[in-house]
C-alpha cells in the first residue's frame, strides 16, 4: 500500500568498458531514465550530474556524450524478413541473459540471409509466374472451343490482334459508335476485370486501333508467343505449367523449413540481442563523458540495490557506483512513482492510474480506493447469484483474454457483491431464498438511506485525513492548516455537521451562536489563508493574479465550499439509493414474470431480468462508484501528478 | 426523415452565408481598385474571406496565392456545412469534396510529367484535410506514374490507370485527367441515387449541365489542340450529359463544322451562347448556370438546390474576383463584361 522508495544510483566507468556496462543497465530491467523533465539542451542526467558528480569534475570536462549510435534498423530487418519467411514470432517473454554477442547474432544473420534470401526470392518468382500463369488461364478460357492454332494469330499479316478488358460504360461507347471503328470486335466472355473481347484490325490502321482502345480504358491480355496450338491444347499446356511451377514451389518451401529447423533457436537470441542493443544506444542519449570516464545516472527501487549493484560490479570491477536516497535529490527532480500493493489491491492501481499516476511525495490512494470501493460496489449491487455471475464473468476474462487486469477487477468486486448478497438475503433477485444476515433494503428504507449518508460523512473524514497527511508530507502549511481541504476545512466541515445533526434531532447541545461563530472563523481562515500562511512563515504573500481577483476568487470559493460540502455528503445517498433501486428493478422483472401466467415464460422473464441488471445495473453501480471515488474523494486529497516508473525492459509480457 | 428535419438547419446556414457573400457595392468597388494588393486588402478588411486572409500579409499576394486562399475559403464553408448534413446527403456533399482530391491528383500528375518534386505542391493543395481519403504523404513521395498508381491503389481512382503506361505520361495526360473527371463525376452520380427522388431530379439536372460543359470544352480542345482522331475524343466524353448524349456529342466530333453542329443540337436557350466570340463563351455558359441557380434559389423549396446553388455562387465569386484582378493587371476596360456575375 505504498510508493516504493526510489533511489539515484550514479555510475562512473572508463569509457572503454561502456557497451558492456551500458548491456548490465539495461539487462537489470530495474533502471528508469526520466526523459523530458528539463527539455531542450539541459538534460536531467547531466543535471543531476553536476550536483552528484561535483567532486569528479576535475577528472576531466563534462560534455554530453555524442558518439556516432549504431544503427540496428538494417539488422533488424533482415530478421524480421528471416521470421516472415520463417513464419515465426520471436518469443519475447523470456527473460535471462542474451547468450551470444552483438558480433555473432550478425554473423548468423547474415549466414541465415545467404541462405534464406536465394530461396525466397525464387519463391516469390514462382508465385509471381503462377499468379501470370493463373491469370492467362482466366483469359484463355474465353476462347476456349475455338478450332484454330492460337500461333496463328501473331503469324497474320495483314491484321493485328488484341485480347483484352473493357469496363461496363466504355463498352457500351463502343457499342454505339462500331460503324466508325475499322476492326473485327467478338465478344469472348467476362470476367471480375471487365468484359473480355478478341479485337482484329487490319495491321495497316493498327496505330489508329491502339488509341482507340487506350482511349477506351482497354486493358490487354499479352498472349505469350511460345504457346502453340488450338486454345484447349494450350489451356492444357498452361495447367501443367502451373503443375510443375507448383512442385517448383513445393520444394522451395521444404527448402525453407528445413532451414527453419537448423536455425530456429537462434532467432530468439537474436532478436534478444537486437533489442539490448537498441536500448543501450537509446542509453547513449543519457551519458555525458570526460576523457577517460563515462558517466550516468537513473532511478532505481532501493529494495533492488544490492542485486543491481552485484550484477554491475560483477561485469566491471572498475565502475564506481553510489546511490542517494530520493531525499537528497535537488527538489525540482521528481522521482519516479512504482506502486506496491498487495495481491488484492494490485488491480486497484488501474482506476488510480485512470485517474493519475500518484505524485512521488503523495500517499498512494489505491489501499483507501480499494477497500472502500469494494464496500460501494457491493453495498450498492449486493446479490449472491448476480454477485457469482460477475466474478465468472471476471475469471473468464483473465483466463481467455489479453484483459486481465480488468478480469480480475471483476472478480474483486464479484466477491464483494456476493458477501453483501448473504448480508442482505438476495439471490438472483429473490429475498425470500436466502436469510438476511444484516438487513433487508427494502424493508428498511430510511435506515439504509441514513446509513449510506453516515459511511459517507466517515469517508470525508477520512479523505480530509489523507489530505491534511499530504499536504504535511509537501510541507504545505498554506493548504494543509488553512486549505477548503486541509484543518480549517475540516473543523469548518465537523461545525457544519454538529449543526446539522442538533437541528434535526432538536437538541441543542452546543449553542448555535457558538458554532456559528466557529463556523465564520474557519471560512475567513480559508479566505485569509495566503495572508496569514505567509505572515507565519515570514514570507511576502504572492497572489496569483492580483489582490483583488484573489479575494473576489476566494469569496466564490467560500460558497462553492459550502455547497459542495453539503452536496458531497447528500451524493453518497446513491449507495442506499441504488441498494433499493436493485430490488425495486428485480421486483418489476418478478411481477411481469407473475402476470405472464406461464412457467416458461416466467423463466424466460426472470432469466433477463437478471441479464439486464447485470450488464445494465452492473454498469451504472461501477460508474457510480468510481464518480464517488473520484469526484467527492479524490478531489479532496488526491492530486495525482506523478510520473509512472517505467525501467527500460527488454522482455515483454 | 421529413424534409425539414433534413434542410431545416442547412437552409438556414446557407442563408446565412448568402447573406455574407459580396454584393454589388463590393464588386463596384473592387474593380475601382488598382492592384492585386488591394483587392487582397478589401476582401481581408470587409468581406467573409477575413477568416483565410487573416494570417496573409497581403503586401505579398500574388494572384495565384489569391486564388488558392479564396478556395480554401469555399472549402471551409462546405467543411461547416456537412455537419448540418447525415445519412446519403452526407455522403453526397463527402463526394463533392472528392474535386478537390482530382484537381490535387491532377497537380501531382503534371510535376511528375514535368520530372518536379510533388512535395512541393503541399501549398498548392485544396482537398479537405478531414475529408479526404488518400495519403498525400505518400501520393507526393510518387516519382514515377506506375509509383502513383501503386499508391493510389484501394482509391476510387485506381481504376483511372488501368492501362496507363509510363510512355503515355508525356503524351497523354489529358488521359488521366478525363478518366480522373469520368470517376469524380460517376461517384457523385451514383451518391445522388439514395437521395430523396426531388433532389435526385435536381442533382440530375445540374450534374448533367455540368458534364455538358466539361465535354464541350474537351471536344472543343481535343478537335482544335490535341489533333485526336474522332472515336478517341468521343470515347473520353463523359457520360451522364444532360443536353449533350452520345448520339450528338457524336455528331458534334465527327462533324468537319462542329460548331454548326453543336448549335443545331443545342436547344434554343443555350443558342445564343454560339453567337459570340470564343472568348464569352465560358462566361456565357457559366452565366447561364449562374441564372438558372437564381431559379431554383427563388422557388427554393426545402430541398437541396439551395446548397447545390450557394456552392456555385461562391464559386462563381472567386472566379469573379479572379477575374477583376487579372483585368486590373492587363488594364482591360470593361470588367464588366468578363464577369459571371450581371448588374443591374
Redesign the interface.
Known amino acids: 500500500m505504498a510508493v516504493e522508495k526510489m533511489e539515484m544510483m550514479n555510475l562512473v566507468a572508463p569509457i572503454e568498458n561502456i557497451h558492456e556496462i551500458l548491456e548490465g543497465v539495461v539487462l537489470t530491467e530495474k533502471v528508469h531514465i526520466q526523459k523530458g523533465q528539463n527539455s531542450g539542451d539541459s538534460n536531467f542526467t547531466l543535471s543531476v550530474l553536476e550536483d552528484a558528480l561535483s567532486t569528479l569534475r576535475d577528472m576531466g570536462s563534462l560534455v554530453r556524450y555524442k558518439a556516432s549510435k549504431k544503427s540496428l534498423a538494417a539488422q533488424r530487418k533482415d530478421l524480421q524478413e528471416i521470421t516472415e519467411a520463417f513464419d515465426i514470432v520471436p518469443d519475447e517473454s523470456k527473460s535471462g541473459y542474451g547468450e551470444c554477442s552483438l558480433e555473432r547474432a550478425v554473423d548468423i544473420l547474415c549466414e541465415m540471409k545467404a541462405k534464406v534470401d536465394p530461396i525466397r526470392k525464387s519463391l516469390d518468382e514462382t508465385c509471381e509466374e503462377i499468379r501470370r500463369h493463373r491469370d492467362f488461364l482466366e483469359s484463355i478460357k474465353y476462347l476456349l472451343g475455338m478450332d484454330i492454332d492460337v500461333s496463328e494469330f501473331s503469324k497474320m499479316k495483314h491484321f493485328n490482334y488484341h485480347i483484352?478488358t473493357l469496363?461496363k460504360?466504355?463498352r457500351?461507347?463502343?457499342r454505339?459508335?462500331y460503324e466508325?471503328?475499322s476492326a473485327v470486335v467478338l465478344h469472348i466472355g467476362s470476367s471480375e476485370d471487365g468484359e473480355a473481347y478478341l479485337i482484329f484490325a487490319p495491321s495497316d490502321l493498327d496505330s489508329?486501333s491502339v488509341?482507340?482502345?487506350?482511349?477506351?480504358?482497354?486493358?490487354?491480355i499479352k498472349l505469350p508467343v511460345e504457346f502453340k496450338g488450338t486454345p484447349d491444347e494450350v489451356y492444357e499446356e498452361v495447367v501443367e505449367k502451373i503443375k510443375t511451377f507448383n512442385k517448383i514451389k513445393e520444394e522451395l518451401e521444404e527448402k525453407l523449413s528445413l532451414l527453419k529447423e537448423d536455425y530456429k533457436h537462434h532467432i530468439d537470441n537474436i532478436n534478444r540481442r537486437l533489442d539490448i542493443e537498441e536500448q543501450i544506444e537509446s542509453l547513449k542519449d543519457n551519458l555525458a563523458v570526460s576523457r577517460n570516464f563515462f558517466y550516468f545516472s537513473g532511478w532505481i527501487p532501493k529494495s533492488d540495490r544490492k542485486k543491481i549493484k552485484t550484477q554491475i560490479e560483477k561485469l566491471c570491477p572498475t565502475a564506481i557506483l553510489s546511490f542517494e536516497e530520493s531525499e537528497d535529490i535537488r527538489k525540482e527532480i521528481i522521482p519516479p512513482t512504482k506502486l506496491k500493493n498487495s495481491w488484492l489491491l494490485r488491480p486497484f492501481e488501474m482506476l488510480v492510474n485512470l485517474y493519475g499516476v500518484p505524485n512521488y511525495k503523495e500517499i498512494d490512494p489505491t489501499f483507501f480506493l480499494g477497500i472502500t470501493y469494494l464496500i460501494l460496489f457491493g453495498a450498492m449491487f449486493g446479490d449472491v447469484g448476480q454477485g457469482s455471475v460477475i466474478m465468472l464473468g471476471g475469471w473468464l476474462l483473465k483466463e481467455k483474454s489479453a484483459m486481465k487486469v480488468q478480469g480480475e477487477l471483476m472478480m474483486r468486486v464479484g466477491i464483494s457483491s456476493v458477501i453483501f448478497g448473504f448480508l442482505y438475503g438476495s439471490l438472483f433477485g429473490f429475498e425470500t431464498v436466502l436469510p438476511a444476515l444484516l438487513i433487508r433494503p427494502i424493508e428498511n428504507i430510511d435506515t439504509v438511506l441514513l446509513s449510506s449518508v453516515i459511511f459517507g460523512v466517515i469517508l470525508l473524514l477520512m479523505s480530509f485525513g489523507l489530505s491534511i497527511k499530504n499536504a504535511v508530507a509537501r510541507r504545505d502549511i498554506e493548504e494543509g492548516l488553512f486549505g477548503r481541504n486541509g484543518l480549517a476545512g475540516l473543523l469548518f466541515y465537523i461545525v457544519l455537521l454538529i449543526t446539522v445533526v442538533q437541528l434535526a434531532l432538536s437538541r441543542i447541545v452546543i449553542p448555535i451562536y457558538i458554532l456559528f461563530l466557529i463556523g465564520a472563523f474557519m471560512l475567513s481562515m480559508i479566505l485569509f489563508r495566503n495572508p496569514i500562511a505567509s505572515a507565519v512563515l515570514k514570507k511576502t504573500p504572492s497572489y496569483h493574479g492580483g489582490k483583488k481577483e484573489y479575494y473576489i476568487e476566494g469569496s466564490f470559493d467560500l460558497i462553492e465550499t459550502l455547497l459542495s460540502l453539503l452536496s458531497n455528503t447528500i451524493s453518497f445517498i446513491r449507495i442506499g439509493a441504488f441498494a433499493l433501486n436493485h430490488v425495486g428493478l428485480f421486483l418489476a422483472f418478478e411481477t411481469m414474470a407473475h402476470l405472464s401466467g406461464n412457467p416458461a415464460a416466467s423463466v424466460f422473464i426472470i432469466i433477463l431480468g437478471n441479464v439486464i441488471i447485470i450488464a445494465l445495473e452492473g454498469l451504472i453501480v461501477f460508474i457510480q462508484g468510481l464518480r464517488l471515488e473520484y469526484y467527492e474523494m479524490f478531489s479532496k486529497y488526491y492530486k495525482g501528478d506523478g510520473v509512472k516508473y517505467e525501467p527500460l525492459k527488454i522482455t515483454k509480457t | 426523415m421529413g424534409s425539414v428535419a433534413r434542410f431545416g438547419g442547412l437552409n438556414t446556414k446557407l442563408q446565412a452565408i448568402y447573406g455574407k457573400m459580396l454584393s454589388q457595392d463590393d464588386y463596384e468597388n473592387l474593380i475601382a481598385l488598382d492592384s492585386v494588393v488591394e483587392v487582397a486588402r478589401y476582401l481581408k478588411e470587409n468581406t467573409y474571406y477575413k477568416d483565410v486572409l487573416d494570417e496573409v500579409i497581403v503586401e505579398d499576394v500574388h494572384r495565384g496565392d489569391l486564388e488558392h486562399i479564396l478556395k480554401t475559403k469555399l472549402i471551409k464553408v462546405m467543411e461547416s456545412l456537412i455537419h448540418f448534413t447525415s445519412g446519403p446527403y452526407k455522403d453526397f456533399m463527402k463526394a463533392m469534396f472528392a474535386r478537390y482530391e482530382v484537381e490535387d491528383l491532377k497537380l501531382i500528375l503534371r510535376a511528375i510529367t514535368k520530372g518536379d518534386d510533388p512535395r512541393k505542391l503541399e501549398n498548392l493543395f485544396l482537398h479537405s484535410v478531414d475529408y479526404s481519403y488518400l495519403n498525400y504523404d505518400l501520393l507526393t513521395k510518387s516519382r514515377t506514374l506506375s509509383e502513383l498508381r501503386d499508391n493510389l491503389k484501394g482509391s476510387i481512382y485506381q481504376d483511372a490507370f488501368r492501362n496507363l503506361t509510363e510512355e503515355d505520361l508525356s503524351m497523354r495526360e489529358f488521359h488521366l485527367e478525363m478518366n480522373l473527371d469520368a470517376i469524380y463525376f460517376g461517384n457523385l452520380i451514383k451518391k445522388t441515387k439514395s437521395l430523396s427522388g426531388e433532389d435526385e431530379a435536381i442533382l440530375d439536372e445540374l450534374i448533367g449541365v455540368n458534364i455538358d460543359l466539361v465535354n464541350l470544352q474537351w471536344v472543343y480542345r481535343a478537335k482544335k489542340y490535341y489533333g485526336l482522331i474522332p472515336e478517341e475524343i468521343l470515347n473520353y466524353t463523359l457520360s451522364g450529359g444532360k443536353n449533350f448524349g452520345f448520339s450528338k456529342l457524336k455528331a458534334i466530333v465527327y462533324n468537319e463544322d462542329s460548331r454548326g453542329e453543336i448549335e443545331a443540337s443545342l436547344p434554343k436557350k443555350y443558342r445564343e451562347f454560339l453567337s459570340e466570340e470564343d472568348i464569352y463563351l465560358e462566361r456565357k455558359i457559366y452565366q447561364f448556370l449562374y441564372e438558372r441557380f437564381k431559379e431554383f434559389d427563388k422557388n427554393s423549396r426545402l430541398n437541396i438546390s439551395k446548397l447545390v446553388a450557394v456552392i456555385h455562387f461562391m464559386e462563381y465569386e472567386i472566379r469573379d474576383i479572379i477575374s477583376i484582378t487579372e483585368a486590373i493587371r492587363y488594364e482591360v476596360e470593361d470588367i464588366k463584361e468578363f464577369l459571371i456575375r450581371s448588374f443591374d
Do not use: D, V
Open positions: 483484352g469496363t460504360e466504355r457500351i461507347k463502343l454505339n459508335n466508325n471503328i489508329e488509341k482507340i482502345l487506350k482511349s477506351l480504358n482497354f486493358k490487354e
